[in-house]
């Protein structure tokens, strides 16, 4: 059973910054896409970004130009590095490999909580 651990989260003021990183217990080289998810109080869980191997990565529309996602095969992990934090990013934030909208193809990890607030 893959395991995924997100990391990184943390309390941080409006336009500030983090990086996330989640880590995955098997090779994520053989997975075509993998993505960063969001699920904040009250609401559904939403595809923020995602990342293919040579292909322009895809971001939502709320998160683009202030969020990158990258991957690292070598090291089985992938990151969302977060800038201009906005209170509306606040959510706990998993990673997952994309297998299409609204399907996934690993068991969701605990995620990582970034709450944006001054």
């Known amino acids: 059973q893959v395991q995924l651990v997100e990391s990184g989260g943390g309390l941080v003021q409006p336009g500030g910054s983090l990086r996330l990183s989640c880590a995955a217990s098997?090779?994520?080289?053989?997975?075509?896409?993998m993505g960063w998810y969001r699920q904040a109080p009250g609401r559904q869980r939403e595809l923020v970004a995602r990342?293919?191997?040579?292909?322009?990565?895809v971001y939502t529309d709320s998160v683009k130009g202030r969020f990158t996602i990258s991957r690292d095969n070598a090291k089985n992990t992938v990151y969302l590095q977060m800038n201009s934090l906005k209170p509306e990013d606040t959510a706990v934030y998993y990673c997952?490999?994309?297998?299409?909208?609204?399907?996934?193809?690993?068991?969701w990890g605990q995620g990582t909580q970034v709450t944006v607030s001054a």
């Open positions: 098997r090779t994520t080289s053989t997975i075509p896409i």
């Open positions: 997952n490999a994309y297998l299409g909208p609204e399907s996934t193809l690993w068991p």
């Open positions: 990342i293919a191997g040579t292909t322009v990565p």
